[in-house]
């Protein structure tokens, strides 16, 4: 038990200052009970001040007792304390004490770590298992989420790539709904005006590279490189990572500001769109109007930009790859549209059938006024958010706003090819 206490000292899990209280060796309940029941004044008694850090240290024996006498007080007392040291216990006592913590009414999210076989247990109960390549053999680590080499990478993984990943992992599922909503959103405003038909207004190509070419690599590279704020100022301010965890990302709130951003992107769309084309009189000098194909493709184009603009407004962190994704899927677009709709045309490439799409991008970007109504359909579809980023950041920033706005050059994002003190602190970081 020493060593144990020892180990939680050296690691800060015990603070010099904290004052320890020990339930050790007791197989009485009553004496257990009166033992919390005291340790429980005493915690009660202190929880608004919280001047006086205490610390509990449980074996094996008593938390037997105690789960078979008094588990609620137990788990009040525990609750209480600034840090709980069980040592000596069973595999199955180290998975009890987790299943305790995970089914309280709080709902908390549990994280248990270890690198051997007696540990699989706990490992598996926890929502979250962390498993440390040790010389006590590999069980831990194939039965865990995450694995890593040493102890002390663990407050890395925590408040860095956790933190990275939660935002990523958040903005990439709303972003989904967000943008096939954007999508489909035009078409389903037309039923309104065709007589709920069921004839579509994207030609082929359309459909079939909306999710395959023209939106799935800006959102996996943001997925996979975003960093909304450099990993040194999350390793050295680890609030950074409860004030992201309470902002609850993945609520129905946020899902429902991107719902609401989604049907007002399909309303400008649509307006902008079907008044261009009804009881049009013609956009060039040749006075020749656009049909269904006209109105799908302006509509499709308008999409493209909207939803690619949007990724890019949310993106933090840019590199090289960025940049390609982005930009690189909005010039593809142009390309592979005027190549399809060259290809679609039988007089260019000689073909014995033809499309009712031959054409129709080539035409449609001779006019003018496609221009004109694209720029302004763009604009309006990202006003609103933009507005309510600088709203946000600037009236009612959180304390990863501040750091970003007030401190631009204090912490910059390190990269890979930098100057030699970026790559100095990098190292430094991944060696910790």
Request: net charge positive.
């Amino acid at each position: 038990m020493e060593t144990a206490v020892n180990i939680s000292q050296s690691c800060n899990h015990f603070t010099a200052s904290m004052k320890l209280h020990f339930l050790t060796a007791r197989r009485d309940g009553e004496s257990c009970r009166q033992t919390l029941n005291s340790l429980l004044k005493l915690l009660e008694g202190t929880s608004r001040e919280r001047s006086q850090t205490y610390g509990l240290i449980v074996d094996g024996t008593s938390l037997a007792t105690c789960f078979n006498t008094c588990p609620e007080l137990f788990l009040r007392t525990t609750l209480l304390c600034t840090a709980v040291l069980c040592c000596r216990l069973s595999p199955l006592q180290k998975a009890k004490v987790v299943r305790m913590v995970k089914e309280h009414k709080t709902n908390p999210v549990t994280l248990a770590i270890g690198d051997g076989a007696n540990d699989v247990s706990m490992i598996l109960e926890a929502n979250v298992g962390v498993g440390i390549f040790g010389k006590e053999g590999r069980q831990a680590v194939r039965s865990c989420d995450f694995a890593i080499a040493r102890f002390q990478y663990l407050r890395n993984l925590m408040f860095v790539h956790g933190h990275y990943y939660y935002r990523r992992i958040a903005t990439v599922v709303f972003y989904f709904f967000y943008k096939n909503v954007t999508f489909v959103g035009p078409a389903i405003c037309f039923l309104f005006m065709n007589g709920y038909s069921p004839q579509t207004i994207y030609s082929e190509l359309q459909l079939i590279g909306f999710n395959l070419m023209f939106s799935a690599l800006p959102i996996i590279s943001y997925g996979l490189f975003e960093q909304h704020l450099p990993p040194t100022l999350l390793y050295e301010k680890p609030s950074l990572y409860k004030e992201s965890a309470n902002t609850n990302l993945l609520s129905i709130k946020y899902f429902a500001a991107w719902m609401a951003l989604a049907v007002w992107n399909c309303f400008v769309i649509f307006l902008f769109d079907f008044s261009l084309f009804y009881d049009a009189g013609g956009f060039n000098s040749s006075q020749r109007v656009g049909g269904l194909w006209c109105y799908g493709t302006v509509a499709y184009t308008c999409v493209i930009f909207v939803i690619n603009i949007m990724i890019a407004l949310r993106t933090r962190y840019w590199v090289w790859f960025t940049h390609f994704t982005i930009w690189g899927t909005l010039i593809s677009y142009v390309i592979i549209s005027y190549l399809y709709a060259l290809w679609t045309n039988p007089n260019v490439l000689w073909l014995h059938e033809t499309n009712d799409a031959a054409y129709v991008f080539i035409f449609l970007f001779s006019c003018p006024v496609i221009y004109l109504v694209v720029a302004i359909v763009i604009i309006l579809c990202i006003l609103p958010p933009v507005l309510v980023m600088l709203l946000q950041h600037h009236m009612y920033p959180m304390e990863a706003d501040k750091f970003r706005i007030y401190y631009p050059t204090e912490y910059t994002p390190i990269k890979r090819h930098g100057s030699n003190s970026s790559r100095a602190n990098y190292s430094t970081l991944m060696e910790e």
